[in-house]
C-alpha cells in the first residue's frame, strides 16, 4: 500500500497572534511545522510528504526542509479545505493510495495514533483520532446555557486517514468551504468514519499560551543528554581544506579519506555520542570506497537526522577548533552560520571558538588539526 501524508500549513495562525504565522514558530528549537513533517516522515509505513504552505513561502519552506528531504511543497488557499485540496492535487498523480492528512499546528504526532489510523483502514475508508471530553459542558450564551451530555461527544483531532479516492470525492462535493477537517466531508458523503484513540499531545496550538504548552509537553517527554567528540586530520600540501563546513583557502589541507573536515567529524560524534549510537566511522566505515572524498555535511545531517528520527531535538552544540593556522576568526561567523544550516537550529544553538596550543605539540608545529566538540540534545 503506498501511503502519503498532507501536513497543511498555510493558514494565517491569526488567534496565536504575533508577527510570525504561527507554523513557523520556534517549539523546542525548532519551527512548529518541522516537527510534524519530521514524525511523518520518520513513520516507516508513510512513503511521501507534501507541505503544503502560504502562497509566497514555497522558497522559504523549501529552504527549511533541507535539500535531503523526500518532501514536495505546494502552494495552500485561502481556506484550509482549499489548501488540503491543493495537497490532494498533487498526490493525484504519486499512485499514492491512502492519505493521512494533518494540520502543522499539532506539531506532535505519536507513532501509535499513525499505527491505529494505518491498521483502521484496512476496513474503512476513514479514520480519525478521538479524545473523550473532561469538563462539564453546555450550552453558550450571555448566561450559561443548559448543561450538555459530555459522554455523547469526542474531539475530533489529526492526522485523519483515508482512502485516497473517498477523500478526493468529499473535496470535489464540498458543500461548506469552512469546514475545520476533512472527516467531516467523507461523512457528508454518507460513508463511515472509524475512530481510534486520540493522544494529548495531538493537541493543536490555536492561541499564544498554547505555545507555552507545547515546549513543557516536549520537554516532560524527553530527557537532557550531552555527548562529546574529538578529532584529528593531518594537514598535507596540495589540498583542499575544509573545516567547519567551509572551503577555506590555505596553503596546506586536512588528508583523509571523507573530505577530511575535522570540525564536523567532531561534531557528528558529539551528537552520535550523545544519542548513545556509536561513532562516526560505524557509520561511515572508512573501509567503504563510497564515502572517499564525501562532503562530512553528510556525516553531521546524518547524525542530526537520527536524533530527530527517534524524536529528539538538538539544544546546543559547542565546537572549539586547535590549530596556529589557518585562523579561525574571520571564518567563524560563516562555520556557525553554516552548522547551523546543517543542523537546522538557531544560529544561537551553535558556537564556534578556536585556540592554538602555543605552538606546542602537533597542531602547534602545523602537522595536523585538532577539533573536540560537545552536543547537549533532548530525546
Ligand atoms: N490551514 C491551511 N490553509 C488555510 C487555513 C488553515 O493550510 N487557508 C492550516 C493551518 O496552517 C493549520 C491547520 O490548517 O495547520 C488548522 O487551522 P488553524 O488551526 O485554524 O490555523 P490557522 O488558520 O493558521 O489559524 P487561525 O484560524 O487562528 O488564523
Ligand atoms: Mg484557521
Not at 484496512?122 to 443548559?146: C, F, M, N, R, Y
Not at 483515508?162 to 476533512?182: M, P, R, S
Not at 566511522?281 to 528520527?309: K, T
Request: aromatic letters at 2%.
Amino acid at each position: 500500500m503506498t501511503v502519503a501524508a498532507i501536513i497543511v500549513a498555510a493558514g494565517k495562525g491569526e488567534r496565536a497572534g504575533g508577527e510570525t504565522p504561527k507554523q513557523y514558530v520556534s517549539v523546542g528549537g525548532k519551527a512548529l511545522l518541522l516537527h510534524s513533517v519530521d514524525a511523518l516522515a520518520a513513520h516507516s509505513g508513510i512513503d511521501h510528504l507534501v507541505l503544503v504552505v502560504p502562497a509566497g513561502d514555497e522558497d522559504l519552506a523549501t529552504a527549511m526542509l533541507g535539500a535531503e528531504r523526500n518532501v514536495s511543497v505546494v502552494t495552500g488557499g485561502t481556506s484550509r479545505h482549499q489548501s488540503v485540496r491543493n495537497g490532494l492535487d498533487r498526490l493525484v498523480r504519486t499512485g499514492a493510495e491512502w492519505v493521512l492528512i494533518h494540520d502543522a499546528a499539532r506539531p506532535f504526532v505519536p507513532s501509535r495514533v499513525i499505527d491505529d489510523l494505518l491498521e483502521a483502514l484496512d476496513i474503512e475508508s476513514a479514520a480519525v483520532p478521538v479524545l473523550s471530553v473532561v469538563d462539564t459542558l453546555a450550552k453558550a450564551g450571555k448566561e450559561l446555557g443548559p448543561t450538555l451530555d459530555r459522554s455523547s461527544v469526542v474531539r475530533v483531532q489529526t492526522p485523519q486517514a483515508f482512502h485516497l479516492g473517498a477523500v478526493v470525492d468529499a473535496h470535489d462535493k464540498a458543500q461548506d468551504d469552512t469546514a475545520t477537517d476533512d472527516a467531516q466531508l467523507v461523512r457528508a458523503l454518507g460513508m463511515k468514519v472509524a475512530t481510534v484513540e486520540g493522544d494529548a499531545l495531538l493537541e493543536k496550538i490555536t492561541h499564544p499560551a498554547d505555545f507555552a504548552l507545547a515546549e513543557a509537553r516536549l520537554a516532560a517527554t524527553r530527557s537532557v543528554r550531552t555527548g562529546m567528540g574529538f578529532d584529528v586530520h593531518r594537514l598535507e600540501a596540495a589540498q583542499e581544506l575544509w573545516l567547519g563546513g567551509l572551503l577555506i583557502a590555505h596553503d596546506k589541507g586536512l588528508a583523509g579519506h571523507s573530505d577530511a573536515d575535522v570540525a564536523l567529524h567532531a561534531l557528528t560524534d558529539a551528537l552520535l555520542g550523545a544519542a548513545g549510537e556509536g561513532d562516526i566511522g560505524d557509520h561511515f566505515p572508512p573501509s567503504d570506497p563510497q564515502w572517499r572524498g564525501a562532503p562530512s555535511s553528510r556525516f553531521l545531517e546524518h547524525a542530526r537526522n537520527r536524533i530527530v528520527a527517534r524524536g529528539g531535538a538538538i539544544d546546543h552544540v559547542d565546537l572549539t577548533i586547535i590549530c596556529e593556522a589557518p585562523r579561525i576568526g574571520p571564518h567563524r561567523g560563516a562555520m556557525r552560520a553554516r552548522i547551523a544550516e546543517l543542523l537546522r537550529v538557531e544560529l544561537s544553538r551553535v558556537s564556534v571558538k578556536a585556540t592554538t596550543t602555543e605552538r606546542l605539540g602537533f597542531t602547534g608545529r602545523g602537522e595536523g588539526i585538532a577539533a573536540q566538540a560537545v552536543a547537549t540534545i533532548r530525546i
